[in-house]
């Protein structure tokens, strides 16, 4: 790494994918290059020594992960959940089933994790039992849908809290009937984007001071809304509970669209796993920090949506976008509202904040060290700032046009769907692992049972179907579009990587076109593959030579 005064460190090309939350993930900045490990002949991975010495504790590990996970969804999700199952009980199944799912997904990934110790996660899982094409589609994909689409869906519920504090009226408190005009939604969320945007250009530190300071509003607003709910609860505002699955759906895909929404809550999940490599015994402490975390965040989501449901109805929990100011007018008046939006449009800034930060490195880096999507002219860190603003300013553009089409929930349901789509691929490159011949004899310091893995691979596609069938005609294009997006990445794969000779002919008239970075590395890794085996074999010659001398 190049001192502070040239370049700040660089996130490896899969160290972001996070779900709802991502203000911590400045915390991430020391994760070792995907591309330092060796690919063999097979697809698998050859582990290097880890650039960073093992230094995070049980402790540390369960932050990190609660940490990543817990952000702007439980704001924002309880609504749309509601509305789609229409009663409490089902409402709260699901976020308890959402953190159960993400428990054994995380158990999955603590196999894979200390199987395939190099940090990088889904991209090096997917390598390994799929092929390098496989992990290049994951990253293209992290690059223009998941984070982007993490960056739009979260500053959205920053816009959707200021103007609901905006257009507050004392006459109409609950908001009922009060439509937010669209524009000005829009407007209000791509500006954030830009403010971060130029926040993380004009100086490093500023960027870590603001999710350092702001990622505390977070855990302030969900202390308060739990202890109110329990307070409300002990003064008998009980009737929500009674009766709790009355009028529930009976659509079966109204099911997976709801667990989208929570389960977009629950991304963060599978993070400790990027950076595996420096985590002290993980043989003992991944899979103990992944159930104590899972627990503890299911905990704190399930009773968070108990609070909402003690103190307001049904009715304005299902169409609320600001659930948690909605509980603040109820129980503490006009001040405690805007308290609890002031609450989640810090948490919600420091949340774009960190996706933004964590976003640009992961432009550099892609620039940096296989330039297969991102040209070399992305990966250009200005000295005097020592920030990446050409890689900011992209992150700002892609996410910008991800605002456009929809709202709060047709973002989180894209995201969901990506993130989904390819923890399921991960899963299964886990179970093609178990058996495949160059990977099976692996060693696994924690193992997974294998029918866990395969039930996680069955809930996997229906939650990645469901939704699908249940948005129609009219609402299935939003994935159609993230499917042909993602699949793009094949194509790209073939002429930069796969026939580079053809990539010239196609490309080679634009100024300064340069072949993907990757073919240079797997060259250098070859010919020393070949210096390894002409070595040994020189050594056999000599020692055979000496033999008959003697």
């Given amino acids: 790494m190049s001192s502070d005064h040239e370049k700040p460190e660089v996130l490896s090309l899969s ?140 500053a959205t519920v920053f816009a959707q809290y200021i103007l609901q504090m905006a257009y507050f009226d004392k006459e109409n408190p609950t908001g009922e009937g009060l439509v937010l005009p669209e524009y000005a939604t829009k407007l209000v969320t791509i500006g954030c984007i830009w403010v971060v945007v130029i926040l993380n250009a004009v100086a490093r530190k500023a960027s870590a001071y603001v999710s350092n300071i702001f990622t505390l509003a977070k855990l302030i607003a969900l202390v308060m809304i739990i202890i109110i709910g329990w307070v409300w609860l002990g003064k008998g505002h009980v009737s929500n509970f009674e009766n709790a699955f009355a009028g529930s759906s009976t659509n079966a895909l109204d099911y997976g669209t709801a667990m989208y929404m929570a389960l977009f809550s629950y991304n963060g999940w599978n993070n400790l796993n990027y950076g595996i490599s420096e985590v002290k015994n993980p043989k003992r402490v991944l899979p103990l920090a992944i159930t104590i975390s899972c627990m503890l965040v299911t905990s704190v989501y399930v009773l968070a949506n108990i609070a909402y449901f003690a103190t307001l109805p049904i009715s304005v929990v299902s169409t609320s976008s600001t659930v948690a100011m909605q509980l603040g007018l109820e129980t503490m008046g006009v001040a405690g509202g805007y308290f609890f939006a002031l609450m989640v449009v810090l948490s919600t800034f420091g949340a774009v ?95 997974i049972w294998l029918p866990l893995a395969v039930f996680f691979v069955i809930v996997d596609c229906y939650l990645v179907v ?85």
């Avoid at 992960?65 to 702007?72: A, Q, R």
């Avoid at 789509?421 to 179970?431: A, E, N």
């Avoid at 053809?502 to 080679?508: H, Y």
């Fill in 15 to 154: 160290a972001i994918h996070t779900g709802a939350s991502y203000g911590d993930m400045n915390k991430r900045a020391s994760i070792t290059s995907i591309e330092t490990a060796s690919i063999c002949s097979n697809g698998s991975v050859e582990d290097d020594k880890p650039l960073i010495e093992p230094h995070m504790g049980l402790l540390s590990s369960v932050n990190m992960i609660v940490g990543l996970i817990i952000g702007s969804g439980i704001f924002a999700s309880p609504g749309p959940v509601t509305l789609k199952v229409h009663s409490v009980g089902p409402s709260l199944l699901v976020w308890a089933i959402g953190g159960f799912l993400s428990y054994i997904g995380a158990l999955c990934y603590a196999e894979l994790g200390t199987m395939i110790t190099k940090s990088g996660g889904e991209y090096q899982y997917l390598r390994s039992s799929m092929g390098l094409c496989m992990g290049l589609t994951f990253t293209w994909s992290n690059l223009l849908l998941t984070n982007p689409i993490g960056t739009a869906s979260i």
């Fill in 466 to 550: 469901a939704p699908l069938i249940d948005a129609g005609s009219d609402g299935v294009y939003q994935y159609i579009i993230c499917i042909v997006i993602g699949l793009l990445a094949i194509p790209i794969w073939f002429v930069r990587v796969r026939k580079p000779q053809l990539g010239r002919i196609l490309f080679g008239w634009i100024p300064r076109y340069q072949d993907a970075g990757i073919l240079a590395k797997k060259e250098a890794q070859l010919a020393r593959r070949q210096m390894r085996l002409a070595n040994a074999q020189a050594t056999e010659e000599q020692v055979e030579t000496d033999r008959e001398k003697y």
């Fill in 353 to 447: 904040n960190g996706n933004m930060w964590a976003s640009s490195r992961l432009v550099v880096a892609s620039a940096e060290e296989d330039s297969v999507f991102m040209p070399t002219f992305f990966a250009h860190i200005d000295k005097k700032r020592g920030t990446p603003i050409r890689a900011s300013i992209l992150v700002g553009i892609i996410s910008t046009i991800w605002c456009i089409p929809g709202n709060f929930t047709y973002l989180a349901k894209m995201y969901s769907f990506t993130g989904w789509l390819f923890y399921g691929f991960s899963v299964i490159g886990l179970i093609i692992m178990r058996f495949k011949k160059s990977t099976k004899d692996l060693n696994r310091p924690f193992k």
